[in-house]
């Protein structure tokens, strides 16, 4: 199908989009001035143990190994506190912190912001570092993490990927910086089946569904008609298929039904 011209200006602006993802300076605090009503904010400073709790739990589905989800006072990006995820290769070792999104509205837009620090690229094999069970899709994941070494959506159900992993789709989307924080947001409209994606605050052109099917971007997403996602929960840490241990750490973690920004 032929794009749209606004999307046609996007792809052949790719190279300033992607620009646009640089690593920005951390700010002394991304939280917002105050918490969405109708969402919720966390900074993890409020933690007393080394297990996250509260709102947070460590639960993993079908098997569990050698990853580890824990609170950590030596890596903060605001604050003195942060989740660090060690990460470790195969399925089974996964680890997250993750919480539940039931006090959130139904339906229209959700966003979800927070920053996340890891300490080697992205391999070229699959891996998740966030993750939501969509209750549309059978709870099964939307998963967002990285394939062939850069950013990507994946929906567990078909292995849908966004962007499609071609040469071209690869190049609109973008690493994920390391040794450093990064800002990274999302907004799912969970009405009309949309997705936008942020990093630093830089729309990037690869990992937007805007419900017109384009090449290389999102044509193999939306094959499946009527996608309505409706997430459950938010789970932040590292998920292998493959190759590729990690460490990460997140803090600042802001949800809610409009846009927050780093």
Same mark, same amino acid.
């Given at each position: 199908m032929t794009s749209t011209p606004h999307r046609a200006l996007a792809?052949?602006?790719?190279?300033?989009?992607?620009?646009?993802?640089?690593?920005?300076?951390?700010?002394?605090?991304?939280?917002?001035?105050a918490c969405a009503a109708n969402g919720f904010c966390e900074d993890f400073e409020s933690q007393t143990g080394t297990t996250p709790g509260g709102r947070w739990t460590t639960a993993?589905?079908?098997?569990? @190994? *050698?990853?580890?989800?824990?609170?950590?006072?030596?890596?903060?990006?605001?604050?003195?506190?942060? %989740? #660090?995820? +060690?990460?470790?290769?195969?399925?089974?070792?996964?680890?997250?912190? @993750? *919480?539940?999104?039931?006090?959130?509205p139904s339906g229209g837009?959700?966003?979800?912001?927070?920053? %996340? #620090?890891? +300490?080697?690229?992205?391999?070229a094999q699959h891996v998740t570092f966030a993750a939501l069970r969509d209750a549309n899709d059978n709870g099964k994941d939307l998963r967002m993490g990285g394939q062939n070494k850069a950013l990507q959506w994946n929906r567990e159900s078909?292995?849908?990927?966004l962007p499609a992993q071609s040469p071209a789709g690869v190049a609109l989307s973008t690493p994920l910086p390391v040794n450093t924080?990064?800002?990274?947001?999302?907004?799912?409209?969970?009405?009309?089946?949309?997705?936008?994606?942020?990093?630093n605050d830089g729309l990037v052109t690869g990992l937007v569904v805007d419900g017109t099917p384009t090449q290389d971007v999102d044509q193999?997403?939306?094959?499946?008609?009527?996608?309505?996602?409706?997430p459950a929960d938010l789970r932040l840490g590292w998920e292998s298929?493959?190759?590729?241990?990690?460490?990460?750490?997140?803090?600042d973690v802001a949800v809610g039904t409009s846009r927050i920004g780093c």
């Open positions: 792809v052949a602006a790719v190279a300033v989009a992607v620009a646009l993802t640089a690593p920005a300076a951390p700010r002394a605090s991304a939280q917002p001035a993993v589905a079908n098997c569990s @190994g *050698t990853g580890t989800a824990t609170v950590d006072t030596t890596t903060a990006h605001g604050g003195t506190k942060s %989740v #660090r995820i +060690t990460g470790k290769a195969g399925y089974c070792n996964h680890a997250f912190a @993750g *919480t539940s999104l039931s006090g959130l837009d959700l966003y979800a912001r927070f920053w %996340v #620090r890891h +300490t080697t690229a992205l391999p078909d292995d849908a990927t924080w990064t800002c990274l947001e999302f907004r799912l409209d969970r009405t009309a089946g949309r997705l936008d994606t942020w990093v193999q997403w939306l094959n499946r008609g009527g996608w309505r996602p409706a298929y493959g190759e590729g241990d990690d460490t990460l750490w997140y803090d």
